[in-house]
Every structure is written in C-alpha cells, then in structure tokens.
C-alpha cells in the first residue's frame, strides 16, 4: 500500500507545486518583511498572502488544500509543507506578539485565530482610513512621497471594501468613476500655490486623465519649478557678486575721489569725509602716520570717537589702550587737553574751563562749530547761511563770530545757532587748531 510500506520510495514533486519544497526554504526562512504587531495588520496579512502565493503555498492558509487521507500519498508531504508553512507565518510576529500566541498544528488555524485577535473590525477601520485620507496633504513634501502616502490609504481602504465583481457593460464606467474620485482627492492635497495651474488644467479636461496620467503632469511641472527656482537662486547669487567686485575691483580702482585725491573710490564714499563705517579705520593707505612726519591720518567715526570724548573718566586718569586706539596719533599730554577742552575741565592753566564747560556736544562730521549761547561770543556779524542741526532738521542763521576759548585756542567762524538744543564742537577742526591732529591731502 503506498505510504505504508517503508521501502516505497516518497513521491517526487515537481518546483512551483502545492508539495514542493525547495531545500533552502526551511523552517528558519522569514518570507515577509512586515513584522505584525497589535496596528498593522492588514498590511501584514497582504504581504504575507502576497509571499505565500508565490510559493504556491496560499491554499496551506485559506483552506483551499485541505488534509488528504491518511492513505493517499500525498499525506506525509502535507505534514510537512503545513508545519513550515506555520514556521513562515510564527517567524513574522512581532515579539510582542509572539508571547501571546500558541503555535496550532494547522496553518489555516494560526491564521484564522490572527485574524480574530488583530484586524479591526471593518466600521471604525473604514472610519479611519477615510479620516486619514481626507487629511493627507502634500505639505511641503515632494509629490512623489505624498502620493505614495496617499495611494497607501486608499489600497488600505479597498482592501476593506470590497465590491462584487462586475461583468456587465457598466464594469468600466463604474471603475471610471473610482478612478477619478482618487484624481480629485490627489489633486486636493496638493499645494495650490505650486500646483494651481496645472489642477486647473487637469480637472477642466473632459473627460477627466487617468490616475498615471495626472500624476506624471504634476511631476513634470515639480521638476520644471525645481530648475526654476535653482536658476533664479543662481542668478541673484551671481548678480551680488557682480556688484560686490564692481565696488572692488578693477573698475573702482579707476575711480578718483575729488575730495583727497585718491584712487579706488568717489567723493560720497569717501571715509576722510564721511568716517570710517562702524567706527573702524580702513581703506587704501589706511595705516595712520605720525603727525610730525608728514604721514597721513584718519579720525575714526563719529560714534565711537564722540562716546570715547563723551566719557565720565576725570582729567587725572591714566590713558588707556582703547583710548590710544580712538586716535592713535596724539601722545598721552595731547590726549588728556582734549579732554579737557571737550569737557570743559582745566588742564594746567591754558584753557578757560567756564567758557569751555557749555560745550556739552560733539561731532566729528559737523559742518562749523556751533553755539546757542550768545555769551560765549567776543563778535558777532550778520551772515545768512543754512545748516543741518542734530535732529535731522535745517535752519538759516544770521549771525557768525568768534569764541575764544584760552590763549591757544580761538574759535572763529563760530556759528551763533538759536535753535540749537546744544552746543556743537567739529572736533577734527578743533584738534587741527591746537596743532594735536593733521591732515595731510
């Protein structure tokens, strides 16, 4: 009798049959890549499905290849084939899951109990993936990512809801219509500022592309702003440097600044003129001389050469370095009568300290000394004149005249200004009167 007689030698099966087993699928082999876990499975159950089919093993779990008789040659192989086919779907469960799980000795048994204990039941599963596919949006992302996630929810979803098969001559007409309720959910989700247009164009045709169709279009406009958006990027980072080496380069070494006489600049970029930017010293030929050597010099800016003459530091207190850094050209003895005439305290005997202590201002940029106090001067005369104040404003004066301020420094051409809130000293003039400071054109 076949299968009871131990010399009979077992069947032979052919590859890609029920009973074939080849000898690398053991019972150790993983034949899925999803791992089930307690919200998964769904995915799970198809790959696995997906897999078992492709080893024509698909009938071990849903019942289709039953238990032959005990007799029938086939038996033995059963028992084989079934116990790895259990061996596949164990090795597929998540650890968790594994420890609550009791290995049956039939496949369609695992499988069926899997199912009862970890697919949702199909209303509030259906009710999700809806919610979910409603609230799938591009969102920054590219249309690529996007409509994978999107297309994800709705195999999730028909794999829910499942339709009779239709034979009849409206099958194609109703899977038209299934096709373009997923183009209009993907053309919902996209951008509208990228992607407006080309919507527009899509759900004007009539009748209405194909799902692959649409999809391709989108893409091709992504790319086709993506190079866009690279040229401009490109294109404004070249102009800048364009500008940057025309104020740089070799067309601004042929410029000449009419006010010192140098190349490389103009007269409104001038920093004689105008002060170094932010306080600092720099420029062609920005390296400072000594006075006494005919070397040429630059104050620094008006912020920081007006907080460091500004400053609450007594008479008496030593020089600092950041106070030789102001202006590096004047000795110690030069650097503490400055202070002094600009806060109006006496250094020896060579300055008149009332006189000099109603100049509370200064500025390195103003166009004339500058004086509301009609007291301080010794003559006046009538001018008319318009100059700049403080506050952004202009005004006419009338009257000019002179403020001696000791017997080494007298202040002429001093401009008697009665809307002025303060005092104003030049104070490049000033040092250049007390022979402290030089420029050198």
């Known amino acids: 009798m076949a299968g009871g007689n131990d010399n009979t030698p077992p069947p032979k099966y052919e590859p890609f049959t029920d009973y074939y087993l080849h000898p690398t699928e053991g019972s150790q082999l993983v034949i899925c890549p999803v791992l089930l876990t307690i919200d998964n499975y769904e995915v799970w159950s198809r790959s696995i499905r997906n897999n078992l089919r492709s080893k024509s093993k698909l009938g071990f779990v849903d019942g289709s290849i039953v238990l032959p008789d005990p007799k029938h040659p086939n038996f033995r192989q059963w028992g084989i084939v079934n116990s790895t086919v259990v061996a596949w779907i164990y090795n597929t469960l998540d650890v968790s899951i594994r420890s609550t799980v009791i290995i049956p000795d039939n496949a369609k048994t695992l499988w069926d109990d899997l199912r009862d204990c970890y697919s949702l039941g ?21 249309v690529a990512v996007y409509y994978g996630e999107l297309n994800k929810l709705q195999n999730l979803l028909s794999s829910y809801v499942k339709l009779s098969v239709c034979t009849c001559s409206a099958a194609k007409e109703y899977a038209k219509l299934y096709e373009d309720e997923l183009l209009q959910q993907f053309c919902l989700g996209l951008e509208p ?18 799902m692959n169709d649409a999809y391709a279009k989108v893409v091709a406009e992504e790319c086709k702003k993506t190079v866009s958006e690279a040229h401009e990027s490109s294109s404004s980072a070249t102009n800048g440097f364009n500008a940057t080496g025309t104020a740089s380069g070799r067309t601004s070494d042929r410029m000449e600044c009419t006010y010192c006489k140098r190349s490389g600049h103009d007269k409104d970029n001038c920093y004689q003129l105008h002060g170094f930017p932010g306080g600092g010293r720099g420029g062609r030929g920005g390296r400072g001389g000594r006075g006494d050597s005919g070397g040429r010099s630059y104050g620094k800016g008006k912020g920081e050469f007006a907080g460091a003459a500004g400053s609450s530091r007594g008479n008496n207190e030593p020089v600092s370095d950041s106070d030789r850094g102001s202006v590096p050209t004047l000795s110690d003895v030069q650097w503490k009568e400055l202070m002094s005439a600009v806060k109006g305290t006496k250094s020896g005997s060579s300055l008149d ?16 000394h500058m004086s509301s106090n009609i007291d301080l001067f010794t003559d006046l005369h009538d001018i008319s004149s318009p100059v700049g104040l403080p506050n952004g404003k202009s005004t006419t004066v009338t009257k000019e005249g002179r403020v001696i301020l000791s017997d080494k420094l007298i202040l002429n051409n001093v401009l008697y200004v009665p809307a002025l809130k303060c005092n104003l000293l030049f104070v490049s003039q000033l040092l250049e009167k007390t022979m402290l400071f030089y420029y050198v054109h």
């Open 122 to 142: 199909n209303g509030p599963r259906i009710f999700e993936l809806k919610h979910d596919i409603a609230d799938c949006k591009q969102r920054t992302r590219s």
């Open 193 to 210: 500022k990228k992607f407006g247009s080309v919507v527009s164009t899509l759900l004007m045709s009539d009748p209405l592309p194909s």
């Open 353 to 368: 300290g009332n006189k000099l202590g109603t100049y509370n201002s200064i500025d390195t940029g103003a166009s004339n």
